[in-house]
């Protein structure tokens, strides 16, 4: 397995004024779903493009496979994308949109007929062949346009944004497929997606891009927990963030003092008395009806009810927190709960207070 089956070195693309890739590196591991996770405009679908041919860097080099492909035309770099709106012929069949790439190709005959069918009957389409795409579902139609770039047998696979067309519950759905379905071919996949969850989901690895750079690249469970700074910890899921002193230092964990009194981290490399920054998943912190040791009282400003949990927001002085709580044991009504803080279920230390 090659750990740079596709290789991004020192990319940059300018739109006159505009930076719309800055310094991009980035290596896309063999066999793997790597996403490239960040907010409307913040470049991601350019690097897609750079790397499918559509668009040339204006430096800095793309590689498949260790070879330099910033010259090589976009049919010859054995990449192919689905794209966010499928790009269904709505005048041909099921069949014909699949065989399509490799009409182009000068496939012909039996191998046509034969690969084609081979890839409906994988992607659960062969009853649909002879239908237009303008009769199917929209999960149906993500299928078609999954089956028609894979049929081509790509290098790498290129997804932008390809389910945000879906509704919510259908979206789930075909994310699901889409993951066994990349896992039984093995297929290198980047996926573009502003999607959090659909990201911690499927991927395999994360790079979090930001104004045209990306900010961190790790497992979906690194870039949750372990966020490099406070922009990803707040586009990766709902984040409390809470400035602290650290106290005192101890190999491995610090001793922290916060506005909701003194706790301990998992955290190296800071020195007693650093600023920092307190990060709290909504997971991390417990309410109680009751007081107890190491508690704090909070008011309650709103509640909302949220299938398997509670969601409580929550005033402490001039902070405002969020807390998920299962739905049993407390009461929904009350003004007033004691707050206590899990390290172990969401709590970071960042290098410095939020702005």
Known sequence: MRESYVELVALHKRFASLAAVSDVNLSVPEGQVTTLLGPSGCGKTTILRLIAGFLQPDSGDIRIKGERVNDVPPQRRGAVVVFQDYALF??????????????????????????????????????????????????????????????VEPDVLLLDEPLSNLDVKLRVRVRTELKEIQRSLGKTTILVTHDQEEALSISDRIAVVEAGRIRQVGTPYEVYARPVDAFVADFLGIANFLP????????????????????????????????????????????????????????????????????YELVLGDFRLIADQPMTGLDASEPELWLSIDPAAGLHVLASRPQ
């Open 244 to 311: 602290a002193t650290v106290l005192a230092v101890t190999p491995g964990s610090v001793l922290l003092d916060t506005p909701i009194g003194r706790l301990l981290a998992e955290a190296s490399g800071f020195v007693a008395g650093d600023s920092v920054t307190v990060l709290l998943r909504p997971s991390a912190i417990r309410l109680s009806a009751t007081s107890g040791e190491a508690m704090v009282r909070t008011s309650v400003r709103s509640t909302s009810f949220l299938g398997g949990f509670r969601r």
């Open 90 to 151: 709505p005048h041909l069949s099921v069949f014909e949109n699949v065989a399509y790439g490799l009409r182009r190709r000068r496939v012909r005959g039996p191998e046509l007929k034969g690969r084609v069918e081979s890839m409906l009957t994988f992607l659960g389409l062969a009853d649909q062949a002879a239908k237009s795409p303008l009769q199917l579902s929209g999960g149906q139609q993500q299928r078609v346009a999954l089956a028609r770039a894979l049929v």
